[in-house]
Structure formats: structure tokens, C-alpha cells
């Protein structure tokens, strides 16, 4: 099992800083996510680590090991593209046997592990087809075989669910997660869907921009994020903006108090609560007792129903818009219009730079 | 409408293959004078064998139509691959110069070889020809070449160098096969251009050294000899077939988005 | 930014362009010493009072550029070509939209695929043949005149060859095809929800033609135009196989300059001038269409 860094890497486009200084590891037989906007450079990194495009600045290494000169048909990488780039004129076997082939394994050891690979991807006996006869989810599939036959050292995945239909996706997703466990390859995942992100990842690092803004495990980054960036595109987050005093912020929409550590008193702070956090009392709720340190006043404005969450529009005093996500234990908590309080503890306010 | 519409185009196709299907139907005439009706013969293709002239310049069209494929297939696949694949400052012009060749009126093009070759010694004849043919032809091959390039997936040579392929070994194991049917389509798209050409054939050529259009011409100004008819169906039915193969190509290297 | 990029990239920067150059150098080369410089020198020539070759030094003039003013008879000709290229357009266009727009929209599926090769079919055949074939059809004794006789026997024996319409008949059949692409290529682009829009907001048919249908086909009706107009101003095989004697064009009057009258200077400068025409064609033109075509 290989452990890759990307040190300090910087690339230029078109005079464009595509990526500025980003250094990330990438923990040996663990799946991590590159989560970021279009735009963000994942991609570019990702093409980077693989060889594909050389970096202006920085190394890649595996292992300890300087690889940012070693071309790409020698880094033994397994990469599949968002398009898949399935030989259109070999069959399936053919397709997965190719890299095979230009290690020198051939023959009969050839077709063991090809088996394998297929077996691993549920796609044994179809090693006779075309690519154009798969379906989208299948030619997926081949393609991830192709990737994982030759035991690469790193196995990198650019954006590979974005063709697929949702149910499908979810599927896969699954799928993905198994096959990586199974052949315990270290794991690099682009993608701008933070579900995906949220799901696969043993890791996830945010990008915006070229720059990392955020490294860690999937509820370490949900839980504390670290920037209103971070916030805003690994789920939702309502954010509370004011003067910091003792133990919280005053905001227009009241004194806000946080468990965590706050700049100096008298300074700009921002606190980022998630809408599942928030509690809903009102008229109709039948108990108004919590231990919830933050209670404000608001006005419904709208309700999203979805089966079995339920997403409430709120709007603050100082009328900024609120949102809670709450599970439709009960029928209806609120209405529009009417005047609820909302109540969450201080360990959920999270200070975040802006 | 719809009825309509069905009945005026094959009013038009009739048009269009008319003055072909008479000139076909003569060189199977027995009459010199071309009197109808017809008469059944097969003495023009007969007589066709012993001419001489018009032999000597099919022999010649063919040659070149042979040549100016090989090397314009050639020269215009490798200025493709660069102009396809590559990005660079002055590519949008290169592609422009490209159209001058099919944009400029033969015969200004024509007549300016004449200039120019006769000005640096080039000359006349089938060498002369063969530059003007091949030059004819670039163009053409560059954009139906360049075209089947646009149509592959440009990963899939990406995908092989991960694999372990070399970009050379790249190339010639993924990109070329998957090319190779809009390389053929070119190639015979310019024979066929060499084949028909005319104007600047006229101008190129000697007394001596012509092509069949050209020669054709020369005997049609003389004077009607029906072998024309003879050795202009064999023609038709040589170009008509190209083009058939021609458009068959197209089809299978053409598709998009095949896997 | 205080760091440099750019000495790392510079050797395969280099590298990479060594390599463009060696495969477009070739074909270049070629279009160079075949089109360009050719070019070139004929434009030099049409600023000689006499072709350079002999002993006696270069004299320069524009007199060959002012040809249409000495010598008026080049301005009848002229008029005579653009004629031609006139009518042939027009006929073309009248001849050739319906025909589109009928294989674009009446047919379907197979059929229309081998109506289509049977359009484009001939234009891939030699231009020299079929001319040739329309004198076996024009002239006396010749099928039109076989088929009169069929139905007036006393009539006298008819010839259209050697006549104006005869070459404008040769020159419509030749590039029709042309036109018939470029129609087809813009009629088939035609959503079918737009004429469904039209008639939901109560258009009848005739006014679908004119505001929907037309409109649309303009990109194919002017391109096939530029197609068509400018080769037939300089085409010189047409009018003298089937116009004779009548058949004096720009086309003709420029190839008798260099395979007659070896007044090069002036035949170059006649090309030179013709081209211009043609260059400005193609300005206004490239104004009026969409960036399709150059974006090739």
C-alpha cells in the first residue's frame, strides 16, 4: 500500500495560478476525496499526481519517493476518466488485459487476472463485447477493472459517477466503495458532488480556487468547518455574523454563544450553525424545556416537504433567512406565518474565518 | 405536399442524370453520327483501344490520380495531426491558408503555375502535374482527415500511457486503427480530385504529356469522335464507384461517440 | 508573484514545437511552392509591361489594371461573365431550394440517404463528361431535337448549342448539386418546433414558407450562391464547348491570354483583377453568415 503527497505543487495556465501551493497526503489503502467547484483545480491535481500534465512547481512522491519526473506510462497509475476512454475497437477482455500486456504478463497469467479484475467489477462473462454494446453503468465498470488489474500504486478516479442517472449513481457509489476496500489500492476521488464526497470518502479535501481550504475526515470537515466556503459547499450552514464578546457573538439576531474559541473581543466573527442542528418550538410543539444554551425568535416562511425530512424557511428578526432541517416525526411543527422559536446548543455554533 | 415535393425531386434527378445517361447510351451506338435510335455496338470502345492519345492520357491520369494520393494523404494526415491535436500560436492561420487552394478559382491558380513553373525552369508535364494535383488535394485531405480526428476520443491515448503504452506505442495501437477509415476516405477523395481535375491540368500539360480530361477537351474542340463517349463512360463508371466506396468509409469512420 | 515558471517548461516547450513544425512543414512547403509562390508571381507579372524573359529589363506599368478602360470590348465581356454567373446563381437558387427542402422534409430514413448520394453523385463525376453530354442532348440531331421531332415532324431541325442558354443550361447542370447541399444542409437544421410554434400561433403555410422556413434557409441559399457565382465568372471549358463563338468570357478572354495571345502580364493581371471580386464576395458574404464555415 502506497502513501502519495503532493508537495507544494503550483501550476500555471495561461497565466492563470490554476494551483497555488498545495500540499496534501493521501494515507495508504484509504479513499480520499477531492471536493470543489468547477474551476477549483481537483481535476488538474489529480492529472498532476497521475503524471499526466507535469506540475510547474512542487514534487509528487509515493512512498517517499521523488516520482514528478517519472513519465506516465512509467508511474504504473491506474486512471479512470470521466469519459471512461474504453478502446472502442478492442473488446472488454482486450480492454482490461491491455495494461497487463505492456507489463509483460501474458499468456494464461494474463487471463487469470483478468478474470479477477472482471470478477471484482461483477462483470464476468461479458469479456467478449464491444464497449458501444455496454450500458453506461457497465463501460463504467470496465473501466475501473482496466484501472485495478495492474495493481497500480496510486488508483485515481476523475468525476467517474457525473454520466451516471441518479439510482444508478447511488448504486455505484457503493460498488466503488466495496472494489476500493477489496483491493486496498490508495485512493484519489474527484469530485463537485459532496454526497459523493460525504459517502465514499475516508478523507476529504476541499479545494477552491488552487488552494486547499479544508483537509480531514468526512464529519471532522462537516462537524467544524473551517471556512464560510467550507460551510457552504459540504452541506448547508446558516450563518450569524457580529461583534465577538465573551463566549459568543452579538448579532443582530441576538447573542449567539459558541463552546469554541472566539478572535478578540470587540472584532468581526461569523458562527455557522447546520439546519439539522436547530431545534423548531412552537405553538403546536407540545414541550418548550431544553438545555440548548442559543434561542432565537423567528417567522416561517416557507415549507419544503420531502417524504421524510422537512426544510424550514425562517426568516430572523434582523431579517436574515434561516434554514432548518428537521425529520417529520411529527406532522406539521410550524406554519407560514407563524412565530416559532429556534434552539440549538452552543457546541453546534462553530466560528468559522470568513 | 409531401407527394409533391417526392415527384419534383425526381423530376430534378432525372435532370441531373439525363445528358449522362444519353452520353452513355451513345457510346453503345453503332452510329458514327449519333442518329437516333439507337443501335446497339460495342465498335467505339473497340476503336477506343487503338487510340493512341486518348490511351496515353488515361495511363497518365491514373498514374497521378495514384501519386497525388499517396503524397497528399501523406503530407495532409501529418499537418492534421498537428493542427488537430495541438494547440499553438498560428494554428487558426494555417488554417486558414489551407483555403486558398479550394476558394481561389482553378483557373487563377492554374494559370499561375504556368507562370511560375515556366519562370523557374519547373515547366510542363506529368511532374508539373503531379505538383499542381497533390497541392489540389491537401486541403481536402487535411479536413476530412482532421475531421475523423476530432471524432476520437482525445483520452484514449491518455488512457494507454496510464496503461503502460508509450505515446508512440499510444498512437499506433489506439489512435491509428481508430483513424485509419477517415485516412482511407481521404485517400480516395483525392484520387478522385486528381482524377477529375481539368483546369489546371489544361495548364500544366504538353502536347505530349496530358491527362485524359484534358484530352477529351482537346478532342472535343477538333471535332466529335465517338470514342469520347466510350472512354467517358469507362470514366463514370471508374468515379462512381470511388465515390461509393468513398461515402461507405465515411460512414463506418465517421460515427460519433462510439464507446 | 515572485516565482518563475518558466524555465522549467521552456525545453519541452521547444521540444513541442520542433515537432509541430516537422509535420506541417511538408504539406506547407508544398502549398507554398504550388499556391502561394505562384501567386505571387503572377501578381508580379501583372505590373510588367512584358513577360521577363528575354534579355530586355523590366519595365513596370499598371496599363494591364487599367485594361477595362483601354480596351472597352473587356468590359462587355465582364458583363457577359457576370451575366452568366447571374442567371446560373438564379436558376440554381430556384431550381435547387425546393429540391432541398423537399429531400429535407418529404423523405425520410433510407430513402433520403440514397437520394442524397444521387444528388451528390454527379458533381463527383467529371465536370468535362457532362458538359460534353449536354452537346450530345443540345445539338442538331440530338436528343432534344429527336424528341421535337417526335412531336412536330416538320419542324426544322433545332439546335440550342453554341447559345447563350446553352451554357447557362451546362453551367446550372453542373453546380446545381451545390446549391442543393447547401439548402439541405440548412433546410434539414430546421427544428420542427419551430414551424409547430408558427402554426400554433395560427401561421398557414405560405407564411411559415416565407418567415420560418426561408429566413432559416438563407445561411444555405447564400453560401450555395458563393459556391456557384464564383467559379462560373471564371469558367472558360463551359462557354466554349457549349457557347462557340458565343462563348466569350472573363475565363476565356484570361486562358486565351496565356495559351494564345501570350500576353501574360495582362492574363495575370485580368486574374488579379477577377480575384478581387472574388475575395470581395467573400467579405461580404462571411458579414452576412454565421462563423460556421470559417470555424472549420
Redesign the interface.
Known amino acids: 500500500m502506497v502513501r502519495v503527497e503532493a508537495c507544494s505543487i ?1 501550476k ?1 495556465y495561461g497565466g492563470v ?1 490554476v494551483l497555488d501551493q498545495v500540499s496534501v497526503a493521501f494515507q495508504p489503502g484509504l479513499l480520499t476525496s477531492l471536493l470543489g467547484p468547477s474551476g477549483s483545480g481537483k481535476t488538474t491535481l489529480l492529472r498532476v499526481i ?1 503524471g ?1 500534465v ?1 506540475p ?2 512542487g514534487e509528487i512522491r509515493f512512498n517517499g519517493e521523488d516520482v514528478t519526473s517519472v513519465p ?3 508511474r ?4 479512470v ?1 470521466q ?1 471512461y ?5 478492442m473488446t472488454v477482455e482486450q480492454n482490461v488485459v ?2 497487463l500486456n ?2 509483460g504478463v501474458r499468456g494464461e497469467a494474463a487471463r487469470k487476472e483478468t478474470a479477477r479484475a472482471l470478477e471484482m467489477v461483477r462483470l464476468t462473462g461479458l469479456e467478449r463485447r ?3 454494446e ?1 450500458s453506461g453503468g457497465q ?1 463504467q465498470r470496465v473501466a475501473l477493472a ?2 485495478i488489474v ?1 495493481n497500480p500504486r496510486v488508483l485515481l478516479l476523475d468525476e467517474p459517477l457525473s454520466a451516471l442517472d441518479r439510482r444508478l449513481r447511488q448504486d455505484m457509489q457503493i460498488e466503488l466503495r466495496r472494489i476500493q476496500r477489496e483491493s486496498g489500492l490508495t485512493t484519489v476521488f474527484v469530485t463537485h458532488d459532496q454526497e459523493e464526497a460525504l459517502t465514499l470518502s475516508d478523507s476529504v479535501a476541499i479545494l477552491d480556487r488552487g488552494k486547499i481550504v479544508q483537509e480531514g475526515t468526512p464529519g471532522a470537515i462537516y462537524e467544524r468547518p473551517r471556512t464560510r466556503f467550507a460551510a457552504s459547499f459540504l452541506g448547508d450552514a446558516n450563518f450569524f455574523t457580529g461583534r465577538a464578546t465573551q463566549g459568543g457573538v452579538e448579532t443582530a439576531a441576538g447573542l449567539i454563544l459558541t463552546g469554541y474559541a472566539l478572535p478578540p473581543i470587540g472584532t468581526s466573527a461569523t458562527i455557522a450553525v447546520r439546519p439539522e442542528k436547530m431545534k423548531i418550538f412552537g405553538a403546536r410543539s407540545a414541550d418548550f424545556e431544553t438545555s440548548d444554551e442559543n434561542k432565537i425568535q423567528a417567522v416561517v416562511a416557507e415549507i419544503v416537504y420531502a417524504g421524510a425530512v422537512s426544510t424550514i424557511l425562517l426568516k430572523s428578526a434582523d431579517g436574515g433567512q434561516i434554514k432548518v432541517l428537521t425529520q417529520n416525526r411529527e406532522m406539521s411543527l410550524a406554519a407560514p406565518g407563524e412565530c416559532v422559536s429556534l434552539a440549538w446548543s452552543a457546541a453546534h455554533s462553530v466560528v468559522i474565518e470568513d | 405536399m409531401i407527394a409533391f415535393g417526392r415527384i419534383y425531386l425526381v423530376v430534378i434527378i432525372t435532370f441531373l442524370y439525363l445528358p449522362i445517361a444519353v452520353m452513355v447510351a451513345m457510346a453503345f451506338n453503332e452510329s458514327e453520327l449519333y442518329t437516333l435510335p439507337i443501335e446497339p455496338s460495342l465498335r467505339w470502345f473497340a476503336k477506343l483501344a487503338a487510340n493512341a492519345p486518348l490511351l496515353s492520357a488515361s495511363r497518365n491520369s491514373l498514374l497521378i490520380a495514384f501519386a497525388t494520393s499517396a503524397i497528399a494523404t501523406a503530407l495532409g494526415a501529418m499537418a492534421a495531426l498537428a493542427l488537430e491535436r495541438r494547440q499553438f500560436r498560428g494554428r487558426t492561420l494555417l488554417r486558414l491558408l489551407l483555403l486558398p487552394p479550394i476558394a481561389i478559382p482553378w483557373l487563377i491558380i492554374g494559370t499561375a503555375m504556368l507562370v511560375f513553373f515556366f519562370w523557374t525552369g519547373i515547366g510542363r508535364g506529368l511532374h508539373a502535374l503531379l505538383i499542381g494535383h497533390v497541392a489540389l488535394a491537401i486541403p481536402y485531405v487535411v479536413l476530412i482527415v482532421g475531421a475523423g480526428l476530432q471524432t476520437l ?1 482525445a ?2 491515448e ?10 508512440v ?1 499510444a498512437f499506433f495501437m ?1 489512435t491509428l ?2 483513424w485509419l477509415p477517415s485516412v482511407a476516405a481521404a485517400a480516395l477523395f483525392a484520387f478522385a480530385v486528381s482524377l477529375d481535375q481539368f483546369v489546371i491540368s489544361y495548364f500544366l500539360s504538353t502536347p505530349g504529356v496530358s491527362t485524359l480530361p484534358v484530352e477529351i477537351y482537346s478532342s472535343i474542340r477538333k471535332g466529335f469522335t465517338p470514342e469520347i463517349n466510350a472512354i467517358s463512360t469507362i470514366f463514370l463508371a471508374v468515379s462512381s464507384a470511388l465515390i461509393f466506396v468513398f461515402a461507405q468509409l465515411s460512414n463506418l469512420g465517421g460515427k460519433r461517440g ?2 | ?1 515572485s ?1 518563475d ?1 518558466r524555465a ?2 521552456r525545453p ?1 516547450l521547444a521540444r513541442r514545437r520542433w515537432a509541430i513544425a516537422a509535420l506541417v512543414a511538408p504539406a506547407y512547403g508544398w502549398l507554398t511552392l504550388a499556391v502561394f509562390l505562384p501567386l505571387s508571381a503572377m501578381l508580379f507579372f501583372s505590373f510588367l509591361k512584358a513577360a521577363p524573359f528575354g534579355t530586355r529589363p523590366l519595365q513596370f506599368t499598371i496599363d494591364n489594371y487599367l485594361a477595362f478602360v483601354r480596351r472597352p470590348y473587356l468590359v462587355d465581356v465582364a458583363w457577359t461573365s457576370i451575366q452568366i454567373g447571374l442567371w446560373t446563381t438564379g436558376l440554381s437558387a430556384l431550381i435547387g431550394l425546393p429540391a432541398a427542402m423537399a429531400l429535407a422534409r418529404a423523405t425520410k430514413g433510407r430513402s433520403q440517404q440514397v437520394l442524397f448520394l444521387l444528388i451528390v453523385l454527379p458533381f463527383w463525376t467529371n465536370g468535362l463528361v457532362r458538359v460534353f453530354s449536354w452537346t450530345m442532348v443540345l445539338r442538331e440531331g440530338g436528343v432534344l431535337d429527336y424528341a421535337l421531332h417526335l412531336v412536330a415532324p416538320p419542324a426544322p431541325p433545332f439546335s440550342l448549342l453554341y447559345s447563350f442558354p446553352a451554357i447557362v443550361i451546362g453551367l446550372v447542370h453542373a453546380y446545381l448539386p451545390y446549391m442543393i447541399l447547401t439548402c439541405y444542409l440548412s433546410a434539414a437544421a430546421i427544428d420542427e418546433a419551430y414551424i409547430e410554434a408558427a402554426r400554433s400561433l395560427g401561421a398557414r403555410n405560405p407564411m411559415i414558407f416565407a418567415k420560418v422556413i426561408l429566413p432559416l434557409c438563407l445561411p444555405g441559399l447564400i453560401s450555395g450562391s458563393i459556391l456557384i457565382f464564383v467559379p462560373v465568372i471564371g469558367s472558360f471549358m463551359e462557354p466554349r464547348i457549349l457557347g462557340g463563338r458565343v462563348g466569350v468570357t472573363m475565363g476565356t478572354m484570361i486562358e486565351d491570354q496565356f495559351v494564345q495571345a501570350f500576353n501574360w502580364p495582362l492574363g495575370a493581371a485580368l486574374s488579379f483583377t477577377m480575384l478581387g471580386v472574388v475575395l470581395l464576395l467573400f467579405g461580404v458574404s462571411s458579414r452576412v453568415l454565421p462563423r460556421r464555415i470559417l470555424a472549420q
Do not use: C, Y
Open positions: 503550483g500555471l495560478l497521475g499526466f507535469a510547474d512547481e506516465l506510462w512509467r504504473n497509475v491506474g486512471m476518466f469519459s476512454a474504453l478502446f472502442p475497437h491491455f495494461g505492456r507489463r464491444r464497449p458501444k455496454l463501460q482496466r484501472a495492474t | 476520443q483520452d484514449l491518455e488512457a494507454a500511457m496510464s496503461l503502460g503504452s508509450t505515446p506505442h489506439i486503427p481508430l462510439s464507446g | 508573484m516565482r515558471f522549467l517548461t519541452a
